[in-house]
């Protein structure tokens, strides 16, 4: 190989490696992005009291600011047809329809907590089955239904929206013969 091929050769790498490495610095000219004062992101921490025991904080955060009675009263069961959509992934409403992911509701409110005909129920849920599924164990369980019931099989997060949930169960009251009558407010 005689000399003026081989630094043409290296001309070429050379040029390449050049090129790239201005690109980059050029590109950091460009698209420059200051550094941020402080790195990360603040994640804010509920404090906790003298005794550790937050109890009555989560309670009282966790509880509507008006009664189950008051929300019933002035919830619409056209609008919780419409929330009941999402349920409807995992749970039937009809008359005798069948069992989904979820056991069919039919009827739910004032039934026996575990108790549907063919739902094979997480052992938490089968072992509340002496108590009825009333507004009020609703409303919780329809927050929360991992903290209502801990080693339930509903994967469900929750409906945080005290509006959505009264608007539910009034829905909820309209999928049985004989409708259990609300709380009084």
Request: hydrophobic letters at 40%.
């Amino acid at each position: 190989m005689d000399s003026l091929e081989f630094n043409k050769i290296a001309g070429a790498v050379l040029g390449t490696a050049l090129l790239v490495f201005g690109l980059n610095e050029l590109s950091k000219i460009i698209y420059h992005a200051p550094k941020p004062e402080k790195q990360g992101f603040a994640i804010e921490v509920a404090e906790t009291t003298e005794t550790g025991n937050d109890a009555a904080a989560d309670t009282a955060a966790a509880e509507p600011a008006e009664s189950l009675g008051k929300m019933l009263a002035s919830a619409d069961a056209t609008k919780g047809q419409a929330v009941f959509k999402a349920c409807q992934a995992c749970h039937d409403g009809s008359k005798g329809g069948p069992n989904k992911v979820g056991p069919n509701l039919w009827g739910v409110v004032g039934r026996m907590h575990g108790s549907h005909e063919g739902f094979a129920y997480s052992d938490a849920m089968a072992a509340l089955k002496d108590k009825p599924w009333d507004y009020e164990a609703l409303n919780t369980f329809i927050t929360s239904p991992k903290t209502a019931i801990p080693g339930t099989k509903m994967g469900y997060g929750g409906l945080k929206k005290d509006a959505d949930r009264a608007n539910l169960l009034a829905y909820l009251q309209t999928l049985s013969d004989s409708p259990v009558p609300f709380p009084a407010p």
